[in-house]
C-alpha cells in the first residue's frame, strides 16, 4: 500500500485482487460505491448495472480508459452527507486508488482501516520510505 501527500491532496494506492477488494470494502462502510463485484461486471463491459445504480445516488461513474488499463473512477460521496470528498478508481490491472481532497480524510480512513500497518510514504517529490500509519496519524 501507498499513501502520497501531494501539496493539498492525499491518495491511497493499493495493488493486487483481494489488497483492493479489502480497500475497496473498507472504503464502501464509510462512502456510497456500489459492490466490488459490479465494478469488475463493469470493468468486463457491462456497464448497465453501474449506471442503473448511479440513478439513485449523488455519485458519477466515469468509466475511461488510460495507458492500456482499463478503468472505472466513482465520486467518493460520505453516506451521511452529499458531499464529494474525492474519488476512486479500480483497473483491470488490479490496482485501486483513493485521492481525498483534504489530507485529514484520507488519514482518517488510514487511522479506521490500517492502525497498526506500515506503508510506502512520499511527500511532494521524494522517494518513497516505509513508515508506520501511526506515524502518519500522528504526523510526521
Not at 469488475?40 to 449523488?58: F, I, N, Q, R, Y
Not at 472505472?72 to 486508488?97: A, C, E, M, Q
Amino acid at each position: 500500500m501507498w499513501y502520497t501527500v501531494e501539496l493539498d491532496k492525499s491518495t491511497i494506492r493499493n495493488e493486487g485482487e483481494s489488497a483492493c477488494k479489502l480497500a475497496y470494502k473498507n472504503l464502501r462502510k464509510m462512502f456510497r460505491l456500489p459492490s466490488f463485484d459490479s465494478v469488475k461486471v463493469g470493468l468486463s463491459g457491462d456497464l448497465s448495472g453501474l449506471m442503473a445504480w448511479t440513478e439513485h445516488t449523488h455519485v458519477k461513474v466515469m468509466p475511461f480508459t488510460f495507458e492500456k488499463d482499463k478503468r472505472v473512477k466513482f465520486d467518493l460521496v460520505s453516506k451521511t452527507g452529499n458531499v464529494v470528498v474525492g474519488s476512486v478508481w479500480y483497473g483491470k490491472s488490479r490496482t485501486i486508488s483513493a485521492t481525498f481532497s483534504k489530507t485529514s480524510d484520507a488519514k482518517e480512513i488510514l487511522g479506521m482501516f490500517y492502525p497498526h500497518s506500515l506503508i510506502l510514504y512520499g511527500d511532494h517529490g521524494s522517494e518513497y520510505r516505509t513508515i508506520s500509519i501511526r506515524e502518519i496519524i500522528e504526523g510526521i
